[in-house]
């Protein structure tokens, strides 16, 4: 019993002792607690050895062109997530997949030119989102409609188009002003006459041609669906009035044809 006792007593100084093993931090990346600061490494895509438990991840200034379908490891805890001064031009709509826990993400200073509702999707706990200085021209109603938490949206230093196809993000604009961080850097690049007009100076009757021309998606539909049944009924009226013409024409020009006479041969 000494001895045994002994042996135990030694195994437990000895684990004491030794250090546990600490989470896992990519070589290009700088680790504290559950930190992440994988910035300004040239790196081409996000590392795939982060801990479990990092809350927070730097990837700025980097030259990531593509976000992936999953293209983040599993962080269940990850509340921040900064990828601004990239190369960005494209997000997959699974791409934030698996982030539900995030509250804050950066993707200001990109090359984005378009984002689907699907984007964002998983992030249903986001609060903060910086799309500043990219491509983006129009952005679809559903992209932010997809974001119940939004509280700081950040939109300025992007060539806006300010046509009809404004309209959905003006809308949304007017609604949410409190969410709008600096609304009078939201500034018109397309058509040239509107270059620099503030985006939030329109009013509902700016819209008001749109508003009379603009159709529905089941109209388009509608139109979609007739538009082929029609064209075709058109032809086969055509040809059928062509055949009924042709038809009495030549009834008319050889009446003998139908005033064979009867000849008996047996008479």
Not at 29 to 48: F, I, W
Not at 130 to 137: I, Q, R
């Amino acid at each position: 019993m000494g001895c045994w006792s002994g042996s135990s007593t030694l195994l437990t100084c000895l684990l004491l002792l030794c250090p546990l093993p600490s989470p896992a931090c990519p070589a290009a990346c700088r680790c504290s607690s559950s930190e992440a600061d994988c910035s300004r490494h040239a790196l081409l895509e996000v590392p795939r050895s982060l801990s479990t438990n990092t809350s927070s991840l730097w990837l700025g200034y980097n030259f990531i062109t593509v976000l992936g379908p999953w293209s983040f490891p599993p962080l269940p805890g990850l509340l921040l997530l900064s990828l601004p001064h990239n190369r960005l031009e494209l997000i997959h709509s699974q791409a934030l997949a698996g982030l539900r826990a995030l509250q804050e993400l950066d993707l200001s200073n990109n090359y984005l030119t378009m984002l689907t509702p699907e984007t964002f999707l998983p992030l249903v706990s986001l609060a903060v989102l910086n799309l500043g200085s990219n491509k983006l021209g129009e952005l679809e109603p559903g992209v932010l409609s997809t974001l119940p938490q939004l509280q700081a949206l950040v939109l300025q230093d992007n060539p806006w188009v300010c046509s009809c196809s404004i309209l959905p993000l003006w809308r949304w604009l007017s609604h949410n002003r409190e969410k709008v961080q600096e609304k009078t850097s939201l500034l018109c690049r397309v058509p040239e006459q509107m270059n620099k007009y503030p985006i939030m100076a329109f009013r509902n009757e700016s819209f008001r041609q749109c508003q009379e021309t603009s159709l529905s998606a089941q109209q388009y539909i509608a139109f979609l669906i007739i538009g082929p049944f029609s064209f075709m009924a058109s032809i086969f009226f055509c040809i059928l009035m062509g055949s009924i013409t042709v038809v009495y024409h030549n009834l008319r020009r050889e009446p003998q044809f139908w005033r064979v006479p009867y000849i008996c041969r047996g008479c």
